[in-house]
Nanobody
Framework: QVQLVESGGGLVQPGGSLRLSCSAS????????MAWYRQAPGKQRELVAG???????NYADSVKGRFTISRDNTKNTVYLQMNSLKPEDTAVYYC???????WGQGTQVTVSP
């Protein structure tokens, strides 16, 4: 049974930082491509960043230079380091195993003064 469990969300002021974590089980993590998505109220879910099994990364234009995706195969965990946060980054952030319908439950990130 695949489980993806996100953590690390919260309330932060503009310009602040957060690090999200996604712990995976029930999959062979080391060969899995992983990604972070987000969904803001009233908007479609969008890709934020992806990381391949060999740690090749890609980012949405809106987060390039501010967010960093990484993985630790020894811990079966993928991370999203978010810096210089803006109010428009407010959303529920989801972890996904790319290519499969495997999603976490989401973690709320709110950027507000």
């Amino acid at each position: 049974q695949v489980q993806l469990v996100e953590s690390g969300g919260g309330l932060v002021q503009p310009g602040g930082s957060l690090r999200l974590s996604c712990s995976a089980s029930g999959i062979i993590f080391s060969i899995s491509h992983m990604a972070w998505y987000r969904q803001a109220p009233g908007k479609q879910r969008e890709l934020v960043a992806g990381i391949s099994s060999v740690s090749r990364t890609n980012y949405a234009d809106s987060v390039k230079g501010r967010f960093t995706i990484s993985r630790d195969n020894t811990k079966n965990t993928v991370y999203l380091q978010m810096n210089s946060l803006k109010p428009e980054d407010t959303a529920v952030y989801y972890c996904r195993r790319t290519g499969y319908n495997d999603w976490g439950q989401g973690t709320q990130v709110t950027v507000s003064p």
